[in-house]
């Protein structure tokens, strides 16, 4: 069936045991994220057979699907209100940046009779989440300290996501003399100090991450093999775990622009064409529902056109052979046409070894 996702489990796993020996050559663990490939059970289960360190998603719907496992499972995004209840049952350590939030999660672990864990977030400057004001930190972990089913297991940040901030040995030293700062006032110990996601990659191979954060939380990387602060490819990973196949549906020579008058198209815009004369135009069976056509990069020498609900239509007026109805198109995938590919239900999920 078509059009598929071509997921290889070889190359993945390749990944996940690179990344793994990095990081532990640097005295970090690993939190593997699931999120963009909506923790997958195939990808899943590799993750849980390399043995890495944590299981990690942002969202509480994917974390409840994996299976079970001595891993501890932990959810990225700061939790809401409404889902407290899910989240000490089925993760055992949480982000969290709202005493509120914080103080529901202690109720609903007690009713439950479970501890729950949970890392402060402290927002270096990407504006994303974190804790921004250093008396609001500390008034946080006085309360928290208090609490009887939840356990302070650490501090970390998040960069590079919101505001494009690169980790630098400036401000993650920041984080570390915040962990110092609450070790010495409140007599605790934090266990982990959480320094990122795939953009503190290159800070931590070249040496100058401080030697007290001891943890990353990995996606992208896993995933597309780079780092994610310069773009770098990391040594010995693959960029194409994921791949997408598609099939021609239809194949005509046609003009390059519209015939008669333009009015709006099927999204309430108008749009506007460079006459080229004639083209060869395929259509194929993916559209604005699965994935933005921007984000498929094609192998052959084809363009992606444009695209509306279930349609992506291409110039293949050089391409490097001659094409049929029926041909197949292959595609490498960036982070965002992975995510929203992975999340289509459209979409066939093949695996190859
Ligand atoms: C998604 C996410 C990550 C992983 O980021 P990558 O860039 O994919 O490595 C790490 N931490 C948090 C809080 C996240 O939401």
Redesign the pocket.
């Known amino acids: 069936m078509y059009p598929r996702v071509i997921i290889s489990r070889k190359k993945f796993r390749n990944n996940v045991k690179k990344l793994l020996d990095l990081c532990h050559q640097n005295q970090v663990s690993m ?1 593997a ?1 699931t ?2 490939f909506c923790a997958d059970q195939e990808l899943v289960k590799i993750l849980i057979e390399e043995e890495v360190d944590f299981l ?1 998603d ?1 969202r509480i719907e994917n974390i409840k699907t994996y299976p079970n496992t001595d891993i501890p499972k932990v959810l ?2 700061i939790p809401s209100h409404g889902e407290v209840e899910d989240v000490v049952k089925y993760t055992d350590i949480s ?1 969290n940046s709202e005493l509120s939030t914080i103080t529901l999660l202690d109720q609903a672990a007690s009713q439950n009779s479970v501890i729950h864990s949970i890392i402060l ?1 402290i927002d270096l400057g990407d504006l ?2 974190g804790i921004f004001d250093k008396n609001e930190l500390f008034h946080t972990i006085e309360h928290v300290l208090e609490m009887d089913n939840i356990v302070l297991k650490g501090i ?1 940040t ?1 960069l ?2 919101y505001g494009g901030v690169i980790p630098t040995s400036e401000n993650l030293s920041t984080l570390v003399e915040l962990k110092q700062e609450i070790e010495n006032m409140y007599n605790v110990s934090l266990d982990l100090i ?1 320094g ?4 503190s990659i290159e800070i931590m191979l070249n040496g100058n991450m401080p030697s007290e954060i001891n943890n ?8 597309l093999g780079r780092e ?1 602060a310069y773009g770098d490819y990391i040594d010995g990973t693959y960029d194409n775990v994921f791949v997408l196949e598609t099939d021609i549906i239809e194949l005509k020579t046609k003009p390059s622009v519209p015939i008669g008058q333009i009015g709006m198209n099927a999204f309430g815009k108008v749009p506007t064409f460079e006459d080229k004369g004639d083209m060869r135009r395929a259509i194929i069976a993916v559209g604005k529902q699965d994935v933005d056509y921007k984000e498929l990069i094609p192998f052959d020498t084809i363009k992606p056109l444009g695209s509306s609900s279930d349609h992506i239509i291409l110039d293949v007026s050089e391409s490097y052979g001659v094409l049929e109805v029926g041909d197949f198109v292959l595609f490498r995938l960036t ?1 965002s046409s992975i995510l929203s590919l992975m999340t289509s239900k459209y979409i066939v999920k093949y695996y190859e070894d």
């Open positions: 939190m994220v999120k963009v990690a942002s990225l995004r982000l977030m994303r989440e970390g998040n590079t996501c959480s990122g996601n795939s953009s990353l939380r990995l996606g992208e990387s896993l995933v994610t982070y």
